[in-house]
């Protein structure tokens, strides 16, 4: 059974950092995800997509974390990282590791459509962030 599991959350003063890590495991037919993604969710706020990485490496970005948020993975592909820099009192959420196995889920303007996290079918548990002022 395939399992995402996510690490790094915690609480920072506003302005600090903080890095996410997610590794999925129990995908013993190898087939791999071409796609994996972060998303959040606030109280009382739907989930969002917060960053993704699909085919050929490419990244999508939602605005709120444009230029402070960096996506990327590692050496084996089941693992993913999201580096939060400048972090602010409008990031605190819980973070969601998200994976699907084709990669144009994560390419393009899609990914941070509302909604969009009902086409991924692997989540991880969730990891809290939060943001002290």
């Known amino acids: 059974q395939v399992q995402l599991t996510e690490s790094g959350g915690g609480s920072v003063e506003a302005g600090g950092s903080l890095k996410l890590s997610c590794v999925v495991s129990?995908?013993?037919?190898?087939?791999?995800?071409?796609?994996m993604a972060w998303f959040r969710q606030a109280p009382g706020k739907e989930r969002e997509a917060v960053a993704g990485?699909?085919?050929?490496?490419?990244?999508t970005y939602a605005d709120s974390g444009k230029g402070r948020f960096t996506i990327s993975r590692g050496s084996a592909r089941g693992t993913l990282y999201l580096q939060m820099n400048t972090l602010n009192p409008a990031d605190p959420a819980m973070y969601f590791c998200?994976?699907?196995?084709?990669?144009?889920?994560?390419?393009?303007?899609?990914?941070?459509?509302?909604?969009?996290?009902?086409?991924?079918?692997?989540w991880g548990q969730g990891n809290q962030v939060t943001v002290s002022s």
């Open positions: 998200a994976a699907n196995r084709l990669g144009r889920f994560c390419d393009g303007a899609d990914l941070v459509r509302p909604g969009y996290w009902l086409e991924f079918g692997y």
């Open positions: 129990g995908d013993i037919h190898g087939e791999g995800f071409n796609c």
């Open positions: 990485v699909g085919d050929r490496e490419a990244t």
